[in-house]
Every structure is written in C-alpha cells, then in structure tokens.
C-alpha cells in the first residue's frame, strides 16, 4: 500500500501531462463531484482490504457526462490486482469496477444519443471517440482521457482512461456502486436492445470483447491446437472463441477448482477437443520431471500447439526466485508463463499476453524466442468499441451464451466478502453478477441470489 500511494503522491507532484479531455482523479465523489445524498460503493481501502460504504452520490460535473443508475456489475480477475495493491496509484476510498450496465438517470446538455430511462452497458475504458486511435475502433488506446505522466514514462505511451482502476489510469470511480458517472457517455454507452438481459449485457463491457480479442489478436485458425493459460472467465470464454475459429483442441492449464468448471461447462458437441492439464500436478523449470512445456509436447505430437494465450497474469510466481525479486521490488511481474508459453508452442508458433503484467520481469527466454521464431503478442487491453456490437448480435441471435461462465448471483451489500471468495475461488466462485436494488428481475438461467 505504500508504495502504491508514494507512486500517486509523485504523480501529484509531477502533474498529469493535460492530455485528458474530460476530468482525471475522480475516483469518488465529494464536493464539487458528489450530491448530498448517498449510495452503496465498494471502496479500495488498502492492500487486500474493501469496504461497502455509504457515499455520496455522483453528480453531473461536464455537459458529456451521463449518471448511470447501476442495475448489474461483476468482478474481474484483474480487480484482485487492486485488491492485492499489485497495480500502482491505488488511494484510500476509490470505487472499484469496471464492468457494469444500467439504467441512464440524468444527462449532461451536451448529451445527444443516449437517452434517460434507457438501459445501457458502459465499456470498461473510457474513450473520446474521436482520435487516431478512437477512428479506427481501438478505444482501449484512446490518446484524450488519460493525461497520467507515470504510466507515459513506464510505457513509452498512455492507454485509454478505465473505470475504477487506479489513477494510473486517469483515476475514474468505478460502477461496484449504486451509480456511476460515465464520461463522455455517447461514446461509452450501448444500448440494450428489448431481449437482451442484464445479465447477458452486461459482460459485453469486458470478458467477452476482452477473450474474443486474444483470439483474433493472436490469430487462431482452422485446425488450430491452442493452449489457454488460465480458466477462469476470460481463459473460458477464449476457449469458447478458439472453438468458434475452428481450432482442433483447446488445452487448459489451470488448476481446481477451475479445470472442473470447464469440464461441466464445455460444450458437449465439442467435448473432443477438450485438454486439461493441472500445472500443479507438474515440475517447473529446468528438470527431467513432467513440465506444463513437455505435457504441450505431449498432446500436440511432440512439437507443441500452434498457439498459446495467457489468461492469468504476471502477479502470480510459482518459484522462490520470482516471489523473491518481486517481493524486493527486483521486478513487478514474474515471467513463468510466459516461458512455459515460448517454450510449449511449436516453432515459429504464436504467443498472445490478455492476463495484466504491469511493468518489468526477469529471466525472460528470448533465446527461445529468437532461435524458433516464436511471435509473442501484447494482446493489449481490448478495444471494446471494435467488437461490442458483433458481440451482441451473437447474444440476440443465440449463437453466444455468456451465462455459461456465471457462477454466482450476488448482491452489493456483500461484495466485501465476495472479494475474499473470489481470490480464494470458494464456492466454486467463477463470474458473479453481482445486483443492486435497481436490478430487474433475474432472466432465466441467472444462478439463484447467494447470500453471504
């Protein structure tokens, strides 16, 4: 948590570049920014530590604003990032979420599309529409709503400001609440078409544009084998999508409880190109016993998959040496999977990165890189304007399900505890929807309310 707000306080500092179009550093709501009346948030309060709290209420502060009533929100892994303080500029009683959709209650005079009673789904980043980036549908790298002096100087560039996550990403208050003011809201907002649930919606925001994004970035093709580090939503989903791009197997590497949750979940007609491998049934690193890299070997006819994508993260080390390094600031990331992906693919195979690395690794394996050719892909963080609409038409016309990978339906009041689950992947917790007491009522196949 120091570090964290030390990295904020030096970007205060410093100050923001002026980039930003719209306002940076309203991760709550006070004063100029918040009504006297209050609402229901999930705040940020320190290194592994969120409350529910009563706050106070967004109001609208520039003409392109528009505050959403929230009906439905979710957890994302790369949430627990914030929670675990791995991503910098976190500060005490910022509201988290990222992924959320509702109902429109007020909008600013600049306003022209989006209408108040109308249900939208905001896209998880924050974008101007109108710059070189923005024209050509890649929202996630939107060059007006992050003005972040920080992030320009670790990167070499600024990605698209992001709701409720961090102020390294302009700092905007998240949609884990009540309401949520959305900047620039003819851009950010999609209408939910009459058919179409919540429930179902609502993970257009990021899961689904983010794992259909690692595919096609990647570049899966017919006859494919793939691998998909991680299987929780966005490994699962991906899963989804290399079948619908006609690769030949999909091997998980993963562990319980997540591995069995595929397994029940997977499509039965495609149950044949199901793999599962356990990585901690296995050895790492250089040794003579099973590996994750030699069990690819194995089930791809000894030279590995044609590609692999990396749902998980960087956060995560497996051996002493990373969680050493990382522990001591040495690097923010360990490179494990990364290798274990160079390594396993076949020669001149295809690497996609989806799961959040921060900043700097070590031991990296670039001579593996080098010697087989091995394309490795910043799958960035996905553009969700360029796909949202072909994504939703797959909801309207049943092609997609999105319901496949929720596990839980909870409410608001309980998202403290449903953090805590969620990391220790209790209950068989996969994706939540997590209601309010806006919500509508829940569409058929919504898991029953849990309580906690």
Request: proline share 4%; charged share 25%; hydrophobic share 35%.
């Amino acid at each position: 948590m120091a570090a964290s707000q030390a990295a904020y306080a030096a970007e205060k500092a410093i100050g923001h570049d002026g980039s930003s179009i719209t306002a940076q550093d309203v991760s709550s709501y006070s004063g100029e920014t918040g009504k006297d009346e209050t609402m229901k948030a999930l705040c940020w309060m320190g290194k592994n530590t969120v409350e529910v709290r009563d706050v106070p209420k967004p109001k609208i502060i520039e003409p392109n604003d528009v505050i959403l009533k929230v009906t439905g929100s979710t957890i994302c892994g790369s949430d627990l990032h914030l929670y675990h303080g791995t991503v910098i500029q976190m500060s005490k009683g910022d509201i988290l979420g990222h992924e959320f959709c509702g109902i429109v209650d007020e909008v600013g005079s600049a306003i022209k599309k989006v209408k108040k009673g109308k249900r939208y789904v905001a896209s998880f980043q924050i974008a101007c529409g109108d710059c070189f980036f923005c024209k050509q549908k890649l929202s996630s790298q939107c060059e007006k709503t992050n003005s972040n002096t920080t992030e320009h100087a670790m990167y070499g560039g600024q990605t698209a400001g992001m709701f409720g996550y961090s102020h390294f990403t302009g700092g905007y208050a998240g949609g884990q609440a009540e309401y949520v003011r959305v900047p620039l809201g003819d851009v950010n907002l999609l209408e939910i078409p009459e058919g179409v649930p919540d429930e179902k919606a609502l993970y257009l925001s990021d899961v689904l544009a983010t794992s259909y994004n690692a595919v096609h970035d990647t570049a899966v093709y017919p006859g494919d084998q793939v691998a998909i580090f991680g299987a929780g939503p966005i490994g699962q989903m991906a899963g989804i999508f290399a079948v619908k791009a006609e690769a030949s197997k999909i091997i998980f590497v993963d562990t319980e409880p997540r591995l069995t949750f595929i397994k029940e979940r997977w499509p039965a007609k495609h149950a044949d190109k199901l793999e599962l491998v356990d990585y901690k049934k296995l050895s790492f690193g250089v040794t003579n016993k099973p590996t994750v890299v030699s069990k690819l070997k194995e089930l791809c006819g000894g030279r590995g998959p044609d590609a692999a994508i990396e749902c998980a993260a960087g956060e995560y080390a497996k051996g002493w040496m990373h969680w050493l390094e990382m522990a001591i600031g040495a690097e923010t990331d360990t490179s494990e999977i990364i290798n274990e992906m160079i390594e396993g693919v076949r020669n001149f195979g295809r690497c996609g990165v989806t799961g959040v690395y921060v900043g700097y690794t070590n031991h990296f394996n670039i001579g593996s890189l080098m010697e087989r050719g091995i394309r490795l892909i910043g799958n960035g963080q996905a553009p969700v304007h360029k796909y949202w609409d072909e994504l939703l038409k797959m909801i309207q016309d049943g092609e997609l399900d999105p319901l496949q990978m929720v596990s839980h339906r909870v409410r608001i009041e309980d998202m403290d505890k449903v953090y805590a689950k969620f990391e220790k992947r209790e209950d068989g917790m996969q994706k939540v929807f997590v209601e309010t007491k806006f919500s509508l009522p829940a569409c058929a196949g919504s898991p029953q309310l849990t309580r906690y």
